[in-house]
């Protein structure tokens, strides 16, 4: 803490160094750094149990003990600040006669069930006891025991969690789990009961251990007493090896490790590879259980080719005969720009770029598009949001920051990792943030005011803090003058009125803004998501300029899959940026001459019967894609689909062809973060059936349609370096933009404005497959506020009508605390409930109808 | 179990004119303002409020040398100027009354009987650093302190002693009065700071200290009710006055909970540096042993105190002295143990007390107790196992000096002088699996 502390406040004493002895060494450390972290970095090593590198230290284990001169006590180095002239001894005899108490103390109510333990191995209490305990024990009495009602024998657990259970014998309350809970993911539902040493770590009264970052409790618990059912009893960690690898579901591309068992082809778990620039260590749980779709049994392992209007299996060879004749038809009889692609954003590079050669040179068509499941409106590579998303932006600069300010971002359920990031910068050291959002998120729990604004009305606010800045005198006088005349309204109490936030606010955030010395605004999918997006991110570079936050800070907004900016980068687009298009038709010697459509004008076309032939790789339009029926015509009027998938899913079902993808665990992949930082993700095991990478498949349709074909793998792999290393950030124009509100159409009595979310367990339309992900929501939900579900008088599960003006849907009840406003939330994650039959493609806000299920 | 009608003016009784805090403490009346402030009462708060600056007030207890009564005996005065002064939060005062100290009972005699002397001190200490919230943590068994506060306070807010603009000086108090959950941590300061935030009761790695960053994170003061209550009267009557009494490092008067087997059992307010032999054998005092029987041990500050045997107690009461014979002043509750007690017995209350009150947060102090307990348990009931006194001590040792708050090593100092005094005495229990002291005593 003091380091950060001292870092941020005061610059100056950040270089401050200060010289101590330890062992006999001498070591010049910043001033802020604990004695245990400046004896880590010389490489001795310290035992501890509850010191953790991302929380506040609390000296409770008591196991860190050194001995300091002129000091008569032994003191716990995980607190002790280093000081000059400090001399330290980690291995005197005191010490060691002090660590080997500690053991002994611990120890004595341990359980030694260390053989049915699935702690064994990887377990820190095993490991210290044998480099510093005693081999006897000198308590003859009987260990204590907690043993709860229906509990047989005092070896049975007692789960506290869909997915955790607790063992409170094995316990060594090192208090780990609660404070991380606490401190790290603001959540309470672990806590302390009774006190001394019948304490205890359990449950808090009546809840569950259901948050979603509760994986990292068990990851960091010293013993066996917390363990999770996706792991327990399945094997032995020393017969497993391990893999590094990126996570799949997120943007940050958090770094994981995969455990493995090598003849059975089969991961047993995920846990966390700290990356300090990324994810601190943590991991959200749908990147620690979301490995689970790749062992799933329901994985597709053969292709599938319909044959008199069912899909039959079939070998790769008759799929991609049948791929290569109608393809080639297509392509002879119509052109290739009848032929048309969408891809998943969460493909590793070799698979984008080939599938992006594939459509350029093989079909010469410039139908092919990344994004499947937003509204989407005609854009440019030039237009201001596209602007906004190629910013620069480092994760680790929120640390620092001490201006925060999240906009249309419901950080928990889709920068989960990022929320952390935030959480940390706010416990240690003096950050400001401000959450502004449509409705009321669980991530504002940080922010020192939370705006919440009527739903479609994000220029205006961004315009009202703009006007409250220049009417409190907080800029450039200059500057304000330039800006009044291009925006309206013209007043901040107006802008205020409009969108529903109070005025106090607004000049909180301007001063806060003006003030900042280091500034991080980022915008999340509600903004991404917005038919209004270029409008609202003119709003915000009026406001970069404003406020001068060129030179302080960053601004961006952020990617959302785990290689949505390596698809960006590539030109998964159906305009890449310029300079990205003359490099790609330097390297094929090709530039297809035709238009370029996203993904919304190709289902357009096909409807028009001008796309006949189509090619989706990874991604579930029929799921995610705003106007489901809207999808569902198209697709179903095509001459010839061919989909590749890791399951069958609505989408693969009305295939002509489906082919069977192997998962990111399945092959060496790169991956672009949100930052733009590459990532390698290893093989773990091999590919289920026959499951192909989609390079692979891409390099398979390539033959089959006897085309030109393609280079090697080395050099798509070069191909795709050179392209990455193209300069993708665009610059924010210099000007002052004008701002108007756009209209919003509200419908009459369709007059709750509906959100569609990803569960805070859930990513996409494939974690459902993972078991323990299920374990924590399986079903779909409509997630609205107390007020609303008084109104429509309806209690927690009881079912509610969705409707909207082209459809309908019926789903239970989901009263939740955090939201205030008359908004509803729908997470689209579960296949069983068509959620975009009710989304409305043109719409800038989905508004819908609730009404109570009359039984 | 040491529960003690108060007997209190004895001092004044035997030709002692300087008490202050006990002057008026069987006054029935003393508890409502207006017999407070018939007796003088709020005129140092008005003193201060019309013409004294905060460092003035300050420098004021410095010179006085008044020194914390909860038992650790810091200085109060150069508490407070560690309050950062550039510091733009708020400050926060805390009057620790969270008195679970066995043994101990002179705060809640103040709290039931003279509040406002309490609301006065925390007033007085509370402008001497700029704070404008100030808390009472009361003992949460201490119903009736409570009671007596809350009214206190009311009548404090309607006189105008207590809210905002207090006396036209433009100065805002506000006070609050909260309550814990019965832990006997929570008396020390961080814990009790958790307390209060909402926490769980349990200590704080210190530094930061809480003065630099005390409650939610701001610069707070924890002051004993003893302590705040005396401030009134030093500012009355002046540092120097304070400071003429007592020895030469211990300052001022103490009051004193004599219980355990005394004929006249209670609270003394005497002059620090008083004989504890006159103490307990003065008619005017403790009036000598109850029925007459040996005097075999005294604790002279508080259950987690060393032991002082007979031929000890011919000492002041004050810091040094104390330390010079190897115990401690501690709250200030002297309790006196005849022949008829056994040692064991009485260590097996005291460390089932200890390992009950341990909060559970660090190792030694944590496990350390609840061996202990197991052991002495053991040895009380006739099934001490040869060895046992050494497991003892070297579990002591393990405990002492190596916790995050003083809770663990009171739990073992009182053992650890207790088998050094009456080694014998353990050894015959585990020898002959029965007492050595013939009618085992039961307290009463």
């Known amino acids: 803490m003091a380091e950060a502390t001292a870092k941020k406040d005061t610059p100056e004493i950040a270089e401050q160094m200060v010289t101590l002895t330890i062992d006999g060494k001498e070591v010049s450390v910043p001033k802020g750094t604990t004695v245990l972290q400046a004896a880590t970095q010389m ?11 991302k929380l506040k230290p609390v000296g409770a284990c008591r196991m860190c003990y050194v001995e300091v001169e002129k000091m008569p006590k032994l003191q716990v180095s995980c607190a002790l600040e280093a000081m000059d002239g400090m001399v330290v001894y980690t291995d005197s005899d005191t010490v060691k006669q002090g660590r080997k108490a500690i053991i002994e103390f611990i120890l004595l109510n341990h359980p030694l069930d260390c053989p049915t333990c699935d702690k064994g191995g990887e377990c820190d209490l095993q490991n210290l006891t044998f480099a510093h305990g005693v081999d006897d024990s000198r308590f003859d009495f009987q260990k204590y025991r907690f043993v709860d009602e229906g509990m047989t024998t005092t070896f049975d657990d007692k789960r506290i969690g869909p997915e955790i259970v607790l063992n409170r014998n094995r316990c060594i309350l090192c208090y780990k789990c609660v404070r991380a809970n606490k401190e790290a993911f603001g959540e309470y539902d672990l806590g302390v009961y009774e006190r001394g040493n019948t304490a205890e770590i359990n449950s808090a009264p009546g809840e569950e251990v259901d948050n979603p970052y509760s994986g990292n409790l068990v990851e960091i618990c010293p013993v066996g007493a917390l363990t999770n059912s996706d792991w327990r009893y399945k094997i032995r960690v020393w017969l497993t090896t391990t893999t590094p690898s990126v996570c799949n579901y997120s943007s940050s591309g958090t770094n994981i490790l995969f455990f493995k068992e090598e003849h059975k082809n089969k991961i047993y778990r995920v846990t966390s590879r700290p990356n300090d620039d990324i994810d601190d260590g943590w991991l959200a749980d749908v990147t620690r259980y979301g490995y689970q779709v790749v062992n799933s049994p329901d994985r597709l392992k053969k292709p599938l080719i319909k044959k008199e209007g069912k899909q039959v299996e079939a070998s790769w060879k008759e799929a991609l005969d049948v791929i290569g004749k109608r393809f080639g038809e297509i392509k002879a009889k119509l052109g290739g720009v009848c032929v048309g692609a969408l891809v998943a954003p969460s493909l590793d590079n070799a698979s984008l770029y080939a599938a992006s050669r594939l459509m350029r040179t093989a079909f010469e068509s410039n139908n092919i598009d990344f994004r499947g499941d937003y ?19 480092r994760i680790a600069d929120i640390d620092d920051s001490d201006v925060i300010v999240s906009f249309g971002s419901d950080l928990v359920k889709e920068h989960q990792n990022e929320y952390l990031r935030i959480r940390k910068a706010c416990n240690f050291s003096n950050t400001s943030v401000f959450s502004i959002n449509p409705y009321a998120v669980k991530s504002a729990d940080v922010a020192r005011q939370e705006l919440v604004y009527k739903p479609g009305t994000e220029e205006i606010v961004i315009n009202g803090i703009c006007l409250a800045a220049i009417e409190d005198d907080l800029v450039d006088r200059n500057l304000a003058v330039g ?24 000049r909180n955030v301007a001063r806060a803004l003006s003030e900042g010395k280091k500034v991080t605004f980022f915008t999340g999918e509600i903004i991404t998501r917005s038919r209004e997006r270029d409008l609202i991110a003119t709003a915000l570079f009026n406001l970069r300029k404003l406020f001068k936050m060129e030179s302080k800070g960053q601004m961006a907004a952020l990617a959302r899959y785990a290689n949505s900016k390596g698809a960006e980068k590539l030109g998964l687009l159906p305009e890449p940026k310029p300079a990205l298009k003359s490099k790609l038709t330097s390297i094929w010697g090709h530039d297809p001459d035709c238009p370029a459509n996203i993904t919304d004008a190709m289902m357009a076309q096909i409807k028009k019967e001008e796309i006949k032939g189509f090619f989706i790789m990874g991604a579930n339009p029929m799921m995610l894609y705003p106007d489901r029926e809207f999808v569902k015509e198209g697709l179903e009027k095509l001459e010839f689909l061919v989909v590749c998938d890791l399951f069958e899913t609505e989408t693969t079902e009305l295939a002509d062809v489906v082919l ?36 692979a498949i891409v390099n398979s349709i390539v033959a089959a349609l006897k085309t030109e074909v393609f280079q090697s793998d080395e050099q798509i792999h070069s191909q795709v370096k050179e392209l990455l290393k193209l300069e993708s950030v665009i610059p924010i124009p210099d000007e002052f933009g004008d701002v108007h509100p756009a209209s919003d159409d509200r419908g009459g009595e369709y007059n709750v404005a509906l959100y569609v979310i990803d569960d805070p367990h859930h990513s996409g339309y494939l974690t459902e497959k993972a ?39 019926i789903l239970p009840a989901k009263i939740s605390e955090h939201i205030t406003n008359e908004v509803a939330l729908l997470p689209r994650n579960f296949a069983s409930t068509g959620v975009t039959s009710v989304m409305m493609r043109k719409r800038r806000v989905d508004r819908v109808k609730l009404s109570r299920v009359v039984e | ?12 009784a035997a030709g002692h004119k300087d008490l202050h805090l006990f002057k008026y403490i069987e006054d029935p009346q003393q508890h409502k303002i207006e017999t407070y402030e018939a007796h003088g009462g709020y005129k140092a708060w008005k003193k201060v409020l019309k013409g004294m600056s905060a460092d003035q007030v300050i420098e004021e207890v410095k010179k006085s040398g008044l020194r914390g009564r909860g038992g650790a005996g810091f200085p109060t005065g150069m508490k407070w100027g560690f309050v950062p002064k550039a510091s733009t939060k708020p400050r926060y005062l805390c009057c620790n009354a969270d008195e679970s100290e066995p043994g101990t009972c002179k705060d809640r005699v103040l709290m039931e009987r003279d509040p406002h002397g309490v609301i006065e001190g925390m007033a007085i200490s509370a402008y001497a650093i700029d704070c404008h919230l100030m808390f009472i943590y009361i003992r949460g068994e201490f119903d009736h302190c409570r009671e007596r506060m809350e009214q206190a306070m009311d009548e404090a807010y309607a006189r105008g002693h207590l809210g905002k603009n207090i006396n036209g000086s433009g100065y805002d108090l506000e006070m609050i009065v909260h309550t814990g959950g019965g832990a006997y941590i929570c008396g020390e300061e961080t814990a009790l700071l958790n307390s209060i935030e909402g926490e769980r009761g349990m200590s704080r790695m210190r530094p930061p200290f809480p003065a630099i960053e005390g409650l939610y994170a701001c610069p707070t003061i924890v002051n004993n009710v003893e302590s705040l209550a005396s401030v009134p009267h030093i500012i009355n009557r002046g540092g120097d006055w304070y400071a003429s009494l007592g020895t030469e490092k211990s300052k001022g008067t103490k009051i004193f909970s004599l219980s355990g087997h005394v004929k006249r059992p209670g609270n003394y307010e005497v002059e620090m540096g008083f004989n504890l032999k006159k103490l307990i054998f003065d008619p005017e005092y403790g009036g000598g042993m109850l029925d007459d029987k040996k005097l075999k041990g005294v604790i002279p500050g508080g259950a987690s105190t060393p032991f002082l045997t007979p031929d000890m107690i011919d000492v002041g009461l004050d810091y040094e002295a104390l330390q010079t014979v190897g115990s401690m002043l501690g709250s200030g509750a002297i309790i006196v143990i005849n022949e008829d007690a056994c040692i064991v017995w009485v260590i097996k209350k005291l460390i089932h007390f200890f390992r009950h009150e341990s909060c559970g947060k660090c190792t030694p102090c944590r496990e350390g107790t609840g061996w202990l307990e197991k052991i002495i348990n053991r040895i009380e009931l006739g099934q001490g196992q040869p060895g046992d006194i050494e497991k003892i001590e070297d579990v002591c040792g393990n405990i002492l000096g190596r916790t995050i708050c003083p809770l663990g090593d009171a739990a073992v100092m009182p053992i650890q002088s207790a088998i050094k005094q009456w080694r014998d005495e353990w050894l015959y229990h585990i020898e002959h699996k029965k007492c050595m002291v013939k009618t085992n005593f039961e307290f009463k």
């Open chain 1, 660 to 695: 069977p993808l192997a998962s990111w665990a399945e092959y060496d992949g790169y991956y672009v973060n949100l930052e733009g930082k590459t990532q390698k993700a290893l093989r773990a095991v091999k590919p289920m059936g026959e499951a192909k990478p989609g390079y």
């Open chain 1, 375 to 393: 509204r989407m409106l005609p854009d440019n590579p030039e237009s201001p949001f596209m602007i906004l998303a190629s910013q620069p932006f």
């Open chain 1, 43 to 53: 490489g001795i090593h310290v035992p501890t149990f509850c010191w953790h590198p």
């Open chain 1, 483 to 506: 800006l009044k005349s291009r925006i309206a309204p013209a007043a901040a109490a107006e802008a205020a009125r409009l969108c529903g936030v109070e005025i106090g606010a607004l």
């Open chain 2, 1 to 12: 179990m040491f529960y003690s009608p108060v007997i209190t003016n004895a001092a004044e």
């Open chain 1, 771 to 809: 078991p323990s992900l299920a374990n924590f929501v399986s079903e779909p939900y409509i997630e609205i506020s107390f007020e609303v579900a008084a109104k429509l008088k309806v209690e927690q599960g009881d079912s509610v009508r969705v409707e909207s003006e082209i459809g309908k849907v």
